[in-house]
């Protein structure tokens, strides 16, 4: 069964920092580009952050850039992404998925995680 679960949410001030990971279990995420994307309260989802398959691909939403960092451990299995410099704007569940696709495209995205939740408050 594919499985993707995110882990390391939490409270944290702004200014602070985070580091998301997103874990694969039921297949090899090795081969698959996988994205970032994050809901607000009453927002849509948008796409925050994407890497290629490679790693020598990576996207970042405006509202990110120079903040946060994705990247990959293919050896582990796990998708990273790096929140520096959070802000209270950038509280929303964040959610990793996967279109099965090498290259990044977050219009194809077909498997998600559930999600983890980042609130960034004083």
């Known amino acids: 069964q594919v499985q993707l679960v995110e882990s390391g949410g939490g409270l944290v001030q702004p200014g602070g920092s985070l580091r998301l990971s997103c874990a694969a279990s039921?297949?090899?995420?090795?081969?698959?580009?996988i994205g970032w994307f994050r809901q607000a309260p009453g927002k849509e989802r948008e796409g925050v952050s994407c890497?290629?398959?490679?790693?020598?691909?990576?996207y970042y939403a405006d509202s990110v850039k120079g903040r946060f960092t994705i990247s990959r451990d293919n050896g582990k299995n796990t998708v990273y992404l790096q929140m520096n410099s959070l802000k209270p704007e950038d509280t929303a569940v964040y959610y990793c998925a996967t279109a099965q696709l090498a290259i990044c495209n977050y219009g194809d995205m077909n498997y998600w995680g559930k999600g983890t939740l980042v609130t960034v408050s004083p």
């Open positions: 890497i290629s398959s490679s790693g020598r691909n990576t």
């Open positions: 039921g297949f090899t995420l090795n081969y698959y580009a």
